[in-house]
């Protein structure tokens, strides 16, 4: 077991108040506490204009999620939502760090600190560097940075003793020269948030429809009979899908929804974009709500499928697309036979719910054709994660609903461009064409053995195997699972380098040596020898589209991420094949090496410029899955999870609450749970409370429990909440000590953060 260290929030509590739980999500309080995170952030003029060009076609990509802008109209009021205003607001804020702010604050100091604190310091102004020893970061020059770097990754004994990781925010054009240096030095160490979030999506994906990405556009929510919402909270993560869940049921169309939580921005909503209707009741969205238990949705879905098939059965051609089936799909009989092996019985206590509330879905997705699924984190960070996505497909394939309109898969993704980043190459497995195209343009030979994911990599920093970390933004420490274990594998390191916008916790749990690079924001303008760039970006639903911020940097030594990334190449790479420096002084220099080296960028200098951007081609939009190993799209066989639970032991799940993005703190408040001003918080249900004897607001430890290991974390709080027996919820990252890191999902090997075991027991001190 490990002891708390620094690498984990303080214990602190911030004084906690409950609230009642509205009943609909946006109106005008969100626009309200958008406006006040923003002014308060950035001052009232610059904070109108920013959200004026948010989302835009000639203005800045929304650094919050990755949801899609629509093709034609745009809201006249901006397109933007609550929490995407208070990421911009974060990222645009007037205060900032300084070579001054190092030497007034100690390393110790700064993690001693919350999350929040930090987060709110602002700003990173300039190169900073932490020599062995030291407990200032001190200002250094980019030339010195560059070079303590080239000169560390030089004397490794292998390239395979580097790790390069990658957050989602990153450009395009960033990312393919990242993973083009990363590759010219010669490994496939590029692990990135994606193995942390959606990587589940993309291995099942892949393997049933030939594609890792969704199949849907935006437009196909216009058309959609039945839109079903799985493992999401779009209210708080994704707020403009709300706007287009609404439209769905404009044009007649259901939803369910599938959650342990009932997620208020499900239930109702009030449009954002339309000021007369601020203050009215709001829209329903929700029309049937399946309140699963944790990780008890491959058996619903099995019931889902055994009922569909019964139905079937009974009336044959009346639920099943027999015609897709044929000519479109493999391993039907396979499929079927293996889904008799389970019984409803058996099943049915593993979901938490009726029978009855199981019927009526099944009524609705076999009463319509067009169904789109969408889903996030509750269903991809499970042990059988895969095994979730792949049920989802099979539903789809059996109606025939995919590759038409109105219907498809929806994995709702994160950070607003990390599928982009894939598109670029930033993954530890590349396949061998991609490869094979690198090494022809840029004549080198590339590394072929895959490199480490995000759990091998801190594996292989623990035990020494690798010796510098560099991250191209994120918050590695904060975001991995099993804080302390992953410090020490950070603390093992030699160099452990980040390239950000702001200060965070990965700053201060460090190598022997660390360097902090900050870069230009989406929101800043990016001058280059050639002239003013912009970068470009995809978004969930395959659409590539320009970026330009319009804002002066906040510091005048700040580079950009390609021009970091190109001036550290070009001082590492002894030889090389690129010229760097022409490639960053033109940013339209590196779009024609992706077209020439990835499929789908044709005329990607044109195509790019025009407004709203344009499609990468999708196999499975268009029906076709030659890709498959199979040539056809492929029915699979699922497990459900089948863990048992001890009478005093619950499953938990770690979720973000409305005021934060991954593990930037926007606030301390989850006001669509009710609960404000305080984040150790743990949501149990009333009876189990009852069982362990705890009362609301209870001070507890929390244990996590993976084979013989125990990990713990102490003082949180006990709130009631409506949430299924033997389930609790805990907030990302407070929790993340007790995930194990080698508890990761089969196949993806994504840390199973939203199934951790746990026992809960009661402070003999109370708060
Ligand atoms: N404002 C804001 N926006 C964000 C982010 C943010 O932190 N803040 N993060 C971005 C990123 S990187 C991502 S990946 C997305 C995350 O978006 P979400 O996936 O919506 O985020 P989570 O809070 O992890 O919520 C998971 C949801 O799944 C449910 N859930 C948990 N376990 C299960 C289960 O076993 N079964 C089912 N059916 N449901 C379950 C939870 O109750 C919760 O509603 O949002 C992106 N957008
Ligand atoms: N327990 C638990 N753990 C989880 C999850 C969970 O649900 N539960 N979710 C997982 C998921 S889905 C994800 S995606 C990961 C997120 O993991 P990360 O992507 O690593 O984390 P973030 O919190 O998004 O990173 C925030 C930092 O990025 C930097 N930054 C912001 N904008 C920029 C920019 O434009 N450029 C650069 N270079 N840096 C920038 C800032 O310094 C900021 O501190 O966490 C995962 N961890
Ligand atoms: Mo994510």
């Known amino acids: 077991m490990f002891k708390k260290t620094d690498a984990q929030p303080p214990e602190k509590l911030t004084g906690i108040e409950l609230t009642e739980i509205p009943k609909s999500a946006v109106g005008v309080k969100a626009i309200k506490t958008a406006l006040n995170h923003v002014t308060k952030e950035t001052g009232v003029l610059k904070g109108i204009s920013l959200l004026k060009k948010m989302n835009q076609k000639d203005g800045f990509d929304c650094p919050g999620c990755a949801w899609p802008d629509p093709d034609e109209k745009r809201a006249f009021l901006a397109e933007y939502c609550e929490n995407g205003a208070k990421a911009i607001a974060e990222e645009a804020t007037k205060n900032l760090v300084t070579p001054l702010f190092f030497s007034t604050y100690s390393v110790e100091k700064l993690s001693k600190l919350s999350d929040y604190e930090i987060g709110k310091k602002g700003r990173i102004t300039n190169p900073v560097y932490l020599p062995e020893g030291a407990n200032h970061y001190k200002e250094i020059s980019w030339q010195e940075a560059f070079s303590i770097i080239a000169d560390e990754l030089n004397s490794l004994d292998s390239p395979d003793e580097a790790i390069f990781y990658t957050s989602g925010r990153t450009s395009n054009e960033a990312a393919y020269l990242y993973q083009l240096f990363v590759r010219q030095f010669g490994t496939n160490n590029l692990p990135d948030c994606s193995n942390m979030c959606h990587e589940s999506s993309g291995v099942a994906l892949t393997e049933t429809l030939g594609i890792g990405k969704g199949s849907v556009t935006l437009d196909d929510f216009n058309h959609a009979d039945l839109v079903m919402v799985i493992g999401q909270n779009p209210g708080t993560n994704h707020p403009r899908m709300l706007t287009a869940l609404g439209e769905t049921k404009k ?75 044929q000519e479109k799909t493999k391993g039907l009989d396979r499929f079927l036979e293996d889904l008799d092996t389970y019984t409803i019985e058996y099943l049915l206590p593993q979901t938490g719910l009726e029978l009855a509330v199981i019927e009526k879905a099944v009524d609705l997705i076999v009463n319509n054709e067009k169904i789109i699924i969408c889903w996030a984190m509750g269903l991809t960070q499970h042990k059988n994660a895969v095994d979730n996505i792949r049920e989802l497909v099979n539903i789809l394939l059996l109606k025939g609903s995919i590759g038409k309109k109105g219907a498809g898969t929806c994995p709702v993704r994160g950070h607003s461009n990390v599928q982009g980043d894939r598109t670029m190459g930033i993954w530890e497995k590349p396949k061998h064409e991609f490869l094979d195209a ?184 268009e029906n076709n899955f030659d890709n498959t190993l199979t040539g056809k799209a492929n029915f699979s066989i699922n497990k459900p999870s089948g863990i048992k639970l001890d009478e005093n032991q619950y499953l938990m799940m770690t979720i973000r609450t409305h005021d934060q993005y991954n593990t930037t703190i926007y606030g301390l408040n989850d006001r669509y749970r009710g609960v404000l001003n305080e984040r150790r918080v743990i949501f149990m249900n009333k009876d189990d409370m009852q069982k362990e004897g705890l009362k609301k607001l209870d001070l507890v430890n929390i244990t996590s429990h993976f084979k013989d290991e125990v990990r713990i974390v102490n003082g949180f709080l006990v709130i009631p909440y409506d949430i299924p027996k033997q389930c609790t919820a805990t907030y990302f990252p407070e929790a993340n000590a007790l995930v194990p890191i080698k508890s990761t999902a089969d196949l993806s090997n994504t840390p199973t953060s939203k199934t951790i075991i746990v026992t809960v027991k009661k402070q003999k001190k109370q708060a």
């Open 251 to 325: 044009n007649g169309g259901k939803i369910i929804t599938i959650n342990p939580l009932p997620e208020v921005g499900l239930i109702n909503y009030i449009d954002p974009q339309k000021p007369l209707k601020w203050f009215g009741k709001g829209q329903d969205l929700t029309d049937l709500f399946l309140q699963v238990k944790i990780n008890g949705d491959v058996a619903l879905l099995k019931i889902i499928l055994k009922l569909m098939k019964q139905r079937e059965e009974e009336n044959p051609g009346s639920v099943f697309n027999h015609q897709f089936i």
């Open 438 to 621: 690198l090494e022809e343009e840029f004549k080198f030979k590339s590394p072929r053995k895959h490199g480490y994911d995000v759990v091998n990599a801190i594996e292989a920093m623990y035990h020494k195997k690798a010796k510098v970390f560099f991250g191209l933004g994120g918050n590695f420490i904060s975001a991995t699972p099993d804080t302390e274990y992953t410090a020490k594998a950070l603390k093992n390191c030699d160099l452990t380098v980040h390239v950000s916008t702001k200060l965070n916790r990965s700053h201060l749990i460090h190598g022997k040596k660390a360097l902090i690079l900050p870069c230009l924001g989406r929101s800043e303008k990016d001058f280059q020898i050639s002239g003013e760039q912009f970068v470009s970006v995809e978004n969930s639903m395959g659409v590539v589209h320009s970026s330009k911020g319009h804002l002066k940097p906040c510091g005048e030594y700040l580079l950009s991420e390609v021009a970091i990334v190109a001036g550290l190449a070009k001082i590492t790479l002894k030889k090389s094949s690129v010229n760097w420096v022409e490639l960053a002084s033109n940013y339209d220099l590196i779009r024609d090496k992706i077209e020439a080296t990835i499929p789908g960028f044709e005329n990607y200098n044109t195509r790019v410029r025009e407004k709203g951007g344009f499609y990468l081609p999708n196999n499975a939009r």
